[in-house]
Structures are given as structure tokens and as C-alpha cells.
């Protein structure tokens, strides 16, 4: 076979060169080509859209605005209704040292006596609130004990500030203070108590016999018999369950102990409502009220609300693996023409923290 020539083969590869060139401008222009196409049908789905919401405005057009009418007959009567504070679990005399929680909190007398103040200033906040929407003349202050640690326990004991007695006499002071400001504020006040778990004289809990063993129960007693205002009704609870009549609409209170937790899934929530429906088998109550396990909880299908502590987050809290919370107590609103709650909400008094977080 004849070899190509020098000339044939340059010109061989040059036609070759020219070729793939060619096929590369190409697929150049092709995909361009496609590009431009796809533009092309975004351009007009956007058309057709604007189109659309042009159509949209067109059909709005005349549309104004209705000013709603402030009428006396769209406000209407305001509808009676009764607030209730709860107060339990303030353990008014109980060191918690920052140490021993991570310094989550920090619990002394003193720190005590700022969050009493700050709760009295949010509940008269939330008082004056609430008056707008309802017609508060009567409000229930719930005492549901364990306003003082006592020595129950060796450690209660060991971080007691006062001794039993005198926790006893200290926070009585304040309760009187806070009962006289209610009623300042309303025609009818009504106080229900409960004594609660560690306000007592005995090392062990009694049941028959509680209440005689219960420095709370006592200090009840005692700012009942001196009540001046005549305007303050007492119901000192004389068993466990305390029920209190408004208007027909009853309510169940008790410190909480006797519900019986053992952690697990769902917390306090069954335990609480099997209690409650054995209690009411006996007895039925429109809503139960109750503290000890330091938690605000408001269940509107169980029909109870589950006041917080003053006390805040302990040693003792993180041992049984508690969650934290802060410091707070609950207030309530029943509504007389609905007879029903229509509100739950925890008063926070925790602003010593907040501000040593700040």
C-alpha cells in the first residue's frame, strides 16, 4: 500500500480538527438553543401568572375597609366571675444553697420575703387585669400548706433557719398582710386551708389525727379566731379534702399528698385523675385544686390545677430527677355565667433569679 503523503496527511488532520470543531459548536449552539427555550417557558408561565393575579386585584377592586362597631350591645353585661389565688409550697424557712442545685437557685429568708413581694405585686396586676373581662367582686385565697419545711427530717432540720414554731409565726405574719391587702381590693373574700405534709409535730404522718399535729393547721385557726374584716370569711379545712361552694360551683381543695407518684411516663397527670374520679364517686366537685409536687399544671379535661412552689428548684428536687421550674403560684378564674374556668395561669416570682441571670 502506498504511504500518504506529508501534504495528505496535514490535510487529514486539518479536516479532521475542522470537523470536531464544527460538532462542538454545535452542541454549543444546541444546548443554548435549549437554554433559551426553557427561558422561554418560564417567561410565559410567569405571564400567565401574572395574569392571574392581575385578574385577582381587578375582581378586589372597590373593596373597603368595615371599622367594627364598639357597640353597647356587642360588649355586653360582663359576666360575674370569682378569682382564686392559690399560696402552698412556700417552705418559708428551708436553706437551698446555689451549690448543691448547679446554681439553678437560691433560697433564704430574705430571698423568701422578695418573691412573697413579687408575687403579691402580680397577683393585684393580674386581679386588675381580669376585672376588664369579668365582674370580680369575690376572690377565694387558697392557704394550702407547707409553709414551712419543719424537722420532719434530719436534713429539713439542718437547713431550717427557723425553728418550726417561729417559721410558723414568720409566715403568718405575711399571710395576714396578704389576706388584709385582698380584702382591700374585694367585696368577698373567702379563705379555704389545707394542711399540707411537713408542717408537723410528728416524725411520721398521721391520718386520723392530722390535723392535731399541724403547726399550719394551728396558725389557720389563730388568724381565723382574730379575723377583723367583715368582708373575710374563713373555711378551715377540717379534713383532707376541703370543698368550697361558689354559687354552685364547686371546687375540691388539698394540700396533694395523697396522690400517689412513682415517676414514669405522663408525671402526675394519671395518678391525679384517678384520684379524682374516686373522690368524686363519693362526692363530685366542678374542679380540684391541689400543690405538694411543686408544678403549675392546668388540665381542663381532668378539671384540676396544680399550684408551683415559692421555694423553687432543691437538692432534694434534683435527687428524684424532678424537672426544673421556676418559682411561681397559680390564679384562677371562674366564670359564673359559664360555670366553667376559663383561665389558669401561674403568678412567677422569680425575678431574683432572672436578675442574677441578667
Request: hydrophobic letters at 40%; aromatic letters at 8%; proline letters at 2%.
Amino acid at each position: 500500500m502506498a504511504r500518504k503523503s506529508l501534504k495528505d496527511a496535514v490535510a487529514e488532520d486539518v479536516s479532521h480538527s475542522q470537523q470536531l470543531a464544527a460538532d462542538a459548536e454545535l452542541a454549543r449552539l444546541r444546548s443554548e438553543l435549549a437554554t433559551y427555550r426553557n427561558r422561554y417557558k418560564a417567561a410565559l408561565a410567569q405571564i400567565d401568572l401574572e395574569r392571574e393575579r392581575g385578574d385577582a386585584l381587578v375582581q378586589l377592586h372597590g373593596i373597603e375597609a368595615v371599622k367594627p362597631s364598639l357597640t353597647k350591645s356587642v360588649k355586653g353585661p360582663k359576666h360575674a366571675a370569682t378569682m382564686v389565688v392559690l399560696l402552698s409550697d412556700i417552705h418559708c424557712e428551708e436553706r437551698v444553697n446555689p451549690e448543691t442545685v448547679n446554681g439553678l437557685n437560691d433560697y433564704s429568708l430574705d430571698v423568701c420575703q422578695l418573691r412573697l413581694n413579687e408575687l403579691h405585686e402580680r397577683f393585684f396586676r393580674l386581679l386588675e387585669h381580669e376585672r376588664q373581662l369579668a365582674k370580680i367582686d369575690r376572690v377565694v385565697v387558697w392557704l394550702g400548706g407547707d409553709f414551712l419545711s419543719g424537722h420532719i427530717h434530719d436534713d429539713t432540720a439542718e437547713l431550717a433557719q427557723l425553728a418550726p414554731l417561729a417559721a410558723t409565726r414568720w409566715i403568718g405574719e405575711r399571710l395576714r398582710a396578704f389576706i388584709d391587702a385582698v380584702a382591700d381590693s374585694a367585696k368577698s373574700v373567702v379563705v379555704a386551708t389545707n394542711s399540707g405534709n411537713h408542717g408537723r409535730s410528728t416524725e411520721k404522718l398521721r391520718i386520723g389525727t392530722e390535723m392535731e399535729h399541724s403547726f399550719e393547721q394551728h396558725l389557720y385557726l389563730t388568724l381565723a379566731s382574730s379575723e377583723k374584716r367583715k368582708n373575710v370569711q374563713w373555711q378551715v379545712g377540717t379534713g383532707y379534702l376541703n370543698y368550697v361552694d361558689l354559687d354552685g360551683f364547686i371546687v375540691r381543695f388539698h394540700h396533694g399528698h395523697a396522690i400517689k407518684y412513682g415517676g414514669g411516663i405522663g408525671g402526675i397527670t394519671i395518678p391525679t385523675n384517678k384520684a379524682i374520679a374516686a373522690w368524686d364517686a363519693v362526692k363530685r366537685a366542678d374542679l380540684t385544686c391541689f400543690g405538694h409536687w411543686h408544678q403549675f399544671q392546668w388540665l381542663r379535661a381532668g378539671r384540676y390545677v396544680a399550684n408551683g412552689s415559692v421555694i423553687g428548684h432543691s437538692a432534694y428536687a434534683t435527687r428524684i430527677k424532678a424537672a426544673y421550674e421556676p418559682p411561681c403560684q397559680a390564679c384562677i378564674v371562674i366564670d359564673h355565667g359559664r360555670n366553667e374556668v376559663t383561665k389558669a395561669m401561674p403568678i412567677y416570682c422569680d425575678r431574683d433569679l432572672r436578675t442574677q441571670k441578667a
